[in-house]
């Protein structure tokens, strides 16, 4: 199918009942599991034998390869760490590219390059498959609860067709623009959630070297013009030192790094996130990398000598 035939594909299709899954992690575990609880059929891959397992005892069915995942599917999710792994799934003898699944619908709900994904949109278009990317916001907490904000670019028709699947796993779900607005609204996204847990941390650090209650001080900013969500959700942890992940600080780099790539593609200065990078890298230079965004407290701690990591 070419990709003007594209446009009239959405009508003619049926409802999409068979999904393949791949990439199981900390968000896509629980994404898997909702759909499961919404009646999908699901058929499952991951390069992790465990993730796998994990979703079988939940009630998905194992993939033996991404082909057979492909053409057993009505349609294919994608949530994986990067653009390289997206790619990496769609590319190939094995890939989804050469093997798509029925109703021609590819959804990644990674975050990944706008540019990598307007690049695969068009390339899978020109092969008669719809490609939207529909990074999702919300954390493991709103993928568990169904909760997941998602933002969809792409063919408004695909969108239509996605959006009873997408239900099933978020609640605020929008179609942003054409192919790579959802990923550049994603960065967005990401640069405010690292300037804000920023924020916090420099908020806490004086407050702690001054002697303040830091949990009187985030319940009294939780009903100013400071409250957020990282100070309501993430707070909690930044004050007790709680490096738990969560979102770790290694994917919160990747999307730094993806935002910056963007910003200087077109020209546009972003001082408050290239800092917030510096201090990001500072945490994996001292081994953090593993630990949840939240702990970019301990940078704070260093720099402040409150606490020796
Ligand atoms: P994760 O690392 O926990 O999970 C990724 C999974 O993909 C792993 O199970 C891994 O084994 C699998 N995988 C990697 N490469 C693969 C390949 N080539 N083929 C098959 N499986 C492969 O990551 P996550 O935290 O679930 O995040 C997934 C994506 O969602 C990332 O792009 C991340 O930036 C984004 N995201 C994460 C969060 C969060 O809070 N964790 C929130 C919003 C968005």
Same mark, same amino acid.
């Given at each position: 199918m070419s990709r003007q035939r594209l446009a009239g594909h959405a009508k003619e299709t049926l409802m999409i009942k068979k999904i393949g899954f791949i990439g199981l992690g900390t968000m896509g575990q629980h994404m898997a599991a909702n759909l499961l609880a919404a009646g999908f059929d699901l058929l499952v891959h991951d390069l992790a034998p465990e993730a796998v397992q994990r979703a079988v005892d939940a009630g998905a069915r194992a993939a033996d390869s991404i082909a057979q995942l492909g053409e057993a599917s009505d349609a294919v999710i994608l949530m994986l760490p990067n653009s390289p792994d997206v790619q990496s799934v769609i590319h190939? &003898?094995?890939?989804l590219l050469a093997h798509p699944p029925a109703q021609r619908l590819i959804i990644d709900m990674s975050t990944i390059s706008p540019v990598v994904a307007r690049q695969l949109g068009g390339e899978l278009a020109d092969r008669g498959v719809y490609f939207l990317d529909a990074p999702v916001s919300g954390g493991p907490v709103g993928a568990q609860s169904a909760s997941l904000t998602i933002m969809a670019g792409g063919d408004v028709q695909a969108f239509d067709l996605a959006k009873p699947v997408l239900q099933a796993m978020g609640t605020?779900?929008?179609?942003?623009?054409?192919?790579?607005a959802g990923q550049t609204l994603k960065l967005c996204n990401q640069l405010i959630c690292g300037i804000n847990i920023q924020a916090i941390c420099e908020a806490l650090a004086l407050g702690r070297a001054s002697g303040v209650d830091l949990d009187v001080m985030r319940e009294v900013l939780m009903g100013?013009?400071? &409250?957020?969500w990282m100070l309501d959700k993430l707070g909690p942890s930044m004050i007790q030192r709680d490096?738990?992940?969560?979102?770790?600080i290694d994917l919160m780099l990747k999307d730094l790094k993806l935002v910056q790539e963007l910003a200087f593609d077109l020209s546009v200065p972003l001082p408050a996130t290239s800092l917030v990078a510096t201090q990001y890298l500072d945490a994996r230079v001292h081994g953090?990398?593993?630990?949840?965004?939240?702990?970019?407290f301990a940078v704070y701690d260093r720099m402040a000598n409150q606490v020796r990591y």
């Open positions: 190939g &003898a094995d890939g605020t779900i929008t179609h942003v623009g054409q192919s790579g100013g013009s400071a &409250a957020s490096a738990k992940a969560g979102f770790r953090e990398g593993s630990n949840g965004n939240q702990a970019l």
